[in-house]
């Protein structure tokens, strides 16, 4: 459409200055606060999870130590005494053996 062009007569033509009312203004006004607000609140947010996932770490890490290291203890335990089982089992066959070779030999001279 050129400027000097005249629109047809349905077409509505606007005649005077609208300024916003104050209800919209203040719409807008509370629209953006929400904003503020939701952004706040986002970063408070994601503060206190960054928070609690540290805490949380610490935590873990402490407990798994503690926890880790009682299996350890046990276990060392556990085989500490099969150890102890297997050497006596080895030093009674290796006892017996030498005397068994030890006696062999007079037997067989006699």
Known sequence: MSPSSVP????????????????????????????????????????????????LDLILERRLREAVGQMLLEHT???????????EKVVRQSVRQAFEQEIAPTT???
Do not use: G
């Open 77 to 87: 335990q556990s085989l500490a005494l099969r150890l102890r089982e297997e050497i």
């Open 108 to 110: 067989t001279r006699s």
């Open 8 to 55: 047809p007569r349905f077409v509505p033509t606007l005649t005077e200055i609208v300024h916003p009312s104050l209800a919209t203004v203040e719409a807008r006004s509370l629209n953006e606060e929400a904003m503020k607000v939701s952004a706040l609140l986002a970063e408070l947010e994601a503060e206190m999870v960054q928070r609690v996932l540290q805490r």
